[in-house]
């Protein structure tokens, strides 16, 4: 199990985006210095810390794209608390795989 702390929304802003995406890319960071080669992430932060679900979906997609397009990670799996979670992931990766 690889642990990451999400940041608490509060009054947004970019930083916040960069520190979330920051969650992901050290854990993925990690999984491949230790010779993961799946990882599967929950909606971090957008629970008790209040990031806008939509906005965190999509930094955690774009993120994690961008990553494992030059990285050995054979598998990511996005782990949703909740319909909305999942309604969202499923719209947002439907829409990336049109493109």
């Not at 940041?7 to 993961?36: D, F, H, T």
């Not at 939509?54 to 598998?75: C, G, P």
Request: aromatic share 10%.
């Amino acid at each position: 199990m690889i642990h990451t702390v999400g940041p608490v929304w509060n009054q947004g802003g970019v930083e916040k985006e960069q520190l979330l995406a920051n969650c992901y890319v050290n854990s993925m960071r990690i999984a491949i210095e230790n010779k993961i080669k799946t990882i599967a992430f929950p909606n971090i932060s957008t629970g008790i810390y209040r990031f806008p679900k939509e906005l965190a979906a999509k930094i955690a997609i774009q993120t994690i794209r961008s990553f494992v397009d030059s990285n050995k990670l054979q598998e990511v799996l996005f782990v949703c608390f909740d319909v909305e979670n999942y309604n969202i992931y499923q719209k947002l990766l439907k829409e990336k795989s049109k493109q």
